[in-house]
């Protein structure tokens, strides 16, 4: 082999190696997996395949940054003030949380203070010993209801069907107040017992 023959080897060689090279540096195109499901966008039309369903995005709906709507302000407050406030009394009165009187009165803005005052001193008073601001005899009750519910439009039949339901005991018509048809607004067990009237402290749990 001659000189003219290694020179053109030598070149031929370098060709197939510069092509190499630019070959292993040239980024490959991946085809599109077919492997993958498709994420289908909200109102597609999505076929059953019997597995897991597969996630729908709805590209309508709001991030989670965003501002909420004036719609959604609204349905976030439905929870009354009255119902916000009650929960101080709760704390003690937890019986009061599910009673249908407390809760009809919560609805309409009318919480445990519209009927028995803040009562701030009652509510601060760990030993338990000071009275409410506001509470009512037998002979009081009716009147202060008046003062909201001037009319009391029910068939005295249901009245009466009602009455003798729940007070069978109590048969003396003039002495019926309006809880004793609505609501369970007592309480079953009472440890510290005040005069009504005067607020004097009658009896604590301690018997005194």
Request: aromatic letters at 4%; one cysteine or more.
């Amino acid at each position: 082999m001659n000189r003219s023959d290694n020179l053109t080897m030598i070149f031929v060689v370098l060709i197939v190696f510069a092509v190499l090279t630019i070959l292993s540096c040239t980024p490959t195109v991946k085809s599109e997996r077919t492997d993958v499901p498709h994420t289908p966008a909200a109102g597609d039309k999505v076929e059953s395949t019997g597995g897991p369903p597969l996630l729908v995005v709805d590209s309508d709906a709001p991030l989670l940054l965003d501002e909420p709507t004036e719609e959604q302000h609204a349905s976030a407050g439905m929870t009354t003030q009255a119902v916000v406030e009650n929960t101080a009394c709760f704390v003690c009165h937890a019986n009061y949380r599910s009673e249908s009187l407390a809760n009809s009165h919560a609805g309409a803005e009318v919480g445990c203070s519209g009927c028995h005052g803040q009562s701030f001193a009652h509510r601060n008073d760990e030993n338990n010993t000071t009275p409410p601001e506001k509470m009512y005899t037998a002979d009081k009750i009716d009147t202060f209801c008046q003062g909201c519910h001037k009319s009391h439009d029910v068939p005295p039949g249901k009245v009466a069907a009602l009455w003798a339901k729940r007070n069978p005991d109590k048969t003396d018509p003039d002495k019926i107040v309006c809880t004793d048809c609505h609501g369970d607004h007592r309480m079953k067990v009472r440890t510290i017992i005040w005069d009504k009237k005067t607020g004097k402290l009658l009896r604590t749990n301690q018997g005194e």
